[in-house]
């Protein structure tokens, strides 16, 4: 996964345009850990290896696959799946455990509350190996 990472030694924090901040990491876990640097990894790249690193373990990923709803069960969960446009299924999880992003679903039905504050944009940009990312 190292290896197909990019190690960031400086990030610059630009706000409308103009720089704000200059964090110069060098191997700033030096002493700390077996990998002391910031690795910057595409999205993809690492969705590849986590994917591969779960059906090492048994865990098949489904893709296409939304949770229309659940209800629990005394000692499961039985949850509405919709496979395809069409295609609609139940199904039966001793566990449910909600990954579902900021808007999450699962959160919601669960009654659980996500207090939010507006973040203005910024930008950083890594020196070391020119990626740019809007900063979330
Ligand atoms: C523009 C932008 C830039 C960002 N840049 C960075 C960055 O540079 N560095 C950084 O560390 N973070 C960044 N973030 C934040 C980062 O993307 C999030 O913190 C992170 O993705 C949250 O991961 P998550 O797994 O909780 O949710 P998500 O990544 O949102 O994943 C949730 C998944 O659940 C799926 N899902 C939702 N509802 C259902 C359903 N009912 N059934 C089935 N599947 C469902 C969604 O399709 C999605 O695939 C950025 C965010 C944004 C918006």
Do not use: W
């Amino acid at each position: 996964m190292i290896e197909a990472g990019e190690k960031a030694r400086l990030l610059e924090g630009h706000l409308d345009r103009r720089p704000f901040a200059r964090i110069p990491f060098g191997d700033f876990g030096e002493g700390l850990s077996r990998y002391p640097f910031m690795l910057v990894l595409p999205q993809d790249v690492h969705e590849r290896f986590l994917e591969k690193e779960l059906k090492r373990a048994g865990v098949l990923v489904e893709r296409n696959c939304e949770l229309l709803d659940f209800e629990q069960r005394n000692d499961s969960i039985l949850a509405r799946l919709g496979t395809t446009k069409r295609r609609k299924e139940t199904a039966s999880f001793e566990y449910l455990c909600g990954c579902d992003g900021a808007h999450s679903s699962v959160r919601e039905k669960c009654g659980i509350s996500f207090p939010r504050r507006h973040l203005r944009a910024g930008v950083f940009r890594c020196r070391r190996c020119g990626h740019r990312a809007d900063s979330g």
